[in-house]
């Protein structure tokens, strides 16, 4: 009997012990995904998430400003209260005089918005030649004293324009009251439309676009993968990235296959070509990964997995740019890139030999086998070029700088604006509380993820001049030369 209740006591205190340790874990979680303020979100919180929200954008701890999600599923207007409108607002009720004074330059790349906008450079953006726009474009973005209007034209494949439009909601959370107003056309397909030659001496039309190419005046954006992509399961690009980092450690580059890897659907572009590089003799890898839809580019995340355990990655565009880049990039694997015609926004200040290695188009399989020998035989340069490719992925595009970029690029473009915009009488507002609340599952996570949960306390990097002209030019030579360079490389042998 009295072993029995030592027995039972000793029970109650492992039960009790338990318990502590349990409440004071659930407290700590607690702590990060609810930080403060509004009790109301609590519900949409605990339901949403069970895993802690990682949001490495640093904010002083103090006042976060968490979604406020009405309790079922009636639609809500957009609120107008319960987010600060200007960062000094929230600077006077975090009473920090901290506020940045330290503003650091944004990457080189950042110096292509200057080019991207220099066809308006002289007469301006006029409510016309946007609203030329309407054909070609697949959604249009008014925003109006920090709000956010959308009229839509076409159907995007996917998700596309709506993880596009969340992104721009987050920068207005980044930075409430600092975007001019803004009218915008989007375009969402894969292709650029804006063609040059049909606008020679005439005034195009100003298209946002995820890529953009030489024969085109799309300006190129960065596309809503950043965000999360749901579908493919992909993450949003914070979380994404900060496991790459982790699964980079995991498998040594001298540990990876010595072959160079492709996957994908090689019905684009000039993919098939690619087809024939396939040879274990020539260390190459290809493999066909057919898409639901026979045009399409689609990637999983198992094959971003899978492409790090490759010492070489192949990157091909398709019809154009193809959005797998910046994964293959950050894999610490040496990137070989068959020269494309796309560009993304941060892809132009990639350099070959440094953070990639060029490959020639016309003479595909053998420029493929040649630097796979090359990188099997001067290990350490190889590695190095996959190291400083991954770097400039981790370091120059972070978070933070993709809305930094899309902060300057549209500042730049407001005050390029010459009116005042209005709101199309079809176009209807959308805030973050309308995009995020009644969804589920993944969307739903995925958008938790990124919702960026108070103002920034410091301000945007600081915008570098444009190229002088002639710098520019040196620097798009010096690239066509190394690519020459390896190409007589190629041509001597190892
Ligand atoms: C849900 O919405 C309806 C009307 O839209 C309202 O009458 C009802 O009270 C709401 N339910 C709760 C639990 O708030
Ligand atoms: C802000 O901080 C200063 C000192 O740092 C203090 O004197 C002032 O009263 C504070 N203002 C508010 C509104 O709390
Ligand atoms: C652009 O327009 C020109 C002339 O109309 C045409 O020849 C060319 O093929 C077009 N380019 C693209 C990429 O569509
Ligand atoms: C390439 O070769 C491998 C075997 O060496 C094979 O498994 C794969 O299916 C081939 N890819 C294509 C696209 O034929």
Same mark, same amino acid.
């Given at each position: 009997m009295r072993s029995y209740i030592t027995n039972k006591r000793k029970y109650l205190l492992y039960f009790y012990i338990l318990l502590f340790i349990g409440c004071i874990y659930l407290v700590r979680r607690y702590d990060h995904i609810v930080p403060t303020t509004n009790r109301k979100s609590l519900d949409l919180s605990r339901s949403n998430n069970n895993s802690p929200i990682t949001n490495p954008?640093? #904010?002083? /701890?103090? +006042?976060?400003? %968490?979604?406020?999600? %009405? %309790?079922?599923?009636?639609?809500?207007?957009?609120?107008?209260?319960?987010y600060p409108t200007t960062i000094n607002d929230y600077d006077e009720k975090q009473n920090s005089s901290s506020s940045s004074s330290s503003i650091e330059s944004c990457p080189d790349y950042f110096r292509w918005i200057h080019e991207d906008l220099n066809p308006w450079k002289v007469k301006g953006i006029t409510e016309e030649i946007v609203e030329e726009g309407k054909n070609e474009a697949f959604f249009r973005i008014i925003i109006l004293d920090g709000r956010l209007y959308v009229e839509k034209y076409q159907k995007s494949y996917k998700k596309r324009d709506d993880f596009t439009i969340w992104g721009i909601l987050q920068l207005l959370r980044l930075y409430p009251g600092k975007l001019p107003d803004l &009218?915008?056309? #989007?375009g969402s397909g894969? !292709?650029? *439309?804006?063609? /040059?030659? &049909?606008?020679?001496?005439?005034?195009?039309?100003?298209?946002f676009q995820y890529s953009g190419d030489d024969e085109h005046f799309d300006i190129p954006f960065p596309d809503w993968s950043f965000w999360g992509w749901p579908e493919s399961n992909? !993450? %949003?690009?914070?979380?994404?990235?900060?496991?790459?980092?982790?699964?980079? !450690?995991?498998?040594?580059?001298?540990?990876? !296959?010595? #072959? +160079?890897?492709?996957k994908g659907n090689s019905k684009l572009g000039n993919r098939k070509n690619l087809l024939k590089c396939n040879s274990t003799r020539s260390k190459t890898q290809i493999f066909e990964q057919l898409s639901t839809l026979e045009d399409r580019d689609d990637l999983k995340q198992s094959d971003i997995d899978d492409q790090c355990t490759f010492r070489y990655n192949i990157y091909m565009e398709g019809k154009a740019w193809s959005m797998n880049e /910046?994964?293959?990039? +950050?894999? &610490?694997?040496?990137?070989?890139? *068959?020269?494309?015609?796309?560009?993304?926004?941060f892809s132009r200040g990639l350099l070959p030999l440094t953070h990639y290695w060029p490959i020639n188009p016309?003479?595909?399989?053998?420029?493929?086998? #040649? +630097?796979?020998?090359?990188?099997? /035989?001067?290990?350490?340069?190889a590695q190095e070029i996959g190291k400083e490719g991954s770097k400039f992925i981790m370091e120059e595009l972070k978070m933070r700088y993709i809305y930094d970029y899309m902060y300057h690029l549209l500042s730049e473009y407001g005050k390029l604006m010459k009116y005042r915009p209005s709101i199309p009488s079809n176009a209807i507002e959308i805030c973050s509380e309308a995009m995020a609340c009644n969804t589920i599952g993944k969307e739903k996570k995925w958008k938790f993820d990124s919702l960026i949960k108070a103002p920034s306390q410091t301000s945007p990097c600081s915008l570098p001049s444009a190229y002088h002209p002639q710098i520019l030019k040196k620097f798009l030579s010096t690239k066509q030369e190394i690519s020459r360079d390896v190409e007589g490389l190629e041509g001597v042998g190892l």
């Open positions: 954008i640093k #904010f002083t /701890k103090k +006042a976060e400003f %968490p979604l406020i999600c %009405p %309790p079922n599923k009636t639609t809500q207007k957009c609120p107008t209260n319960n &009218d915008l056309m #989007f894969d !292709k650029t *439309v804006i063609n /040059k030659s &049909d606008y020679e001496g005439d005034y195009p039309v100003p298209m992909i !993450k %949003p690009w914070e979380v994404q990235l900060e496991e790459m980092k982790n699964g980079n !450690k995991n498998v040594k580059w001298e540990k990876r !296959k010595p #072959f +160079a890897y492709w /910046k994964y293959l990039h +950050a894999c &610490d694997s040496m990137l070989l890139i *068959v020269e494309p015609k796309s560009y993304e926004f016309s003479k595909l399989c053998e420029s493929i086998k #040649f +630097a796979v020998n090359w990188g099997n /035989k001067y290990r350490d340069q």
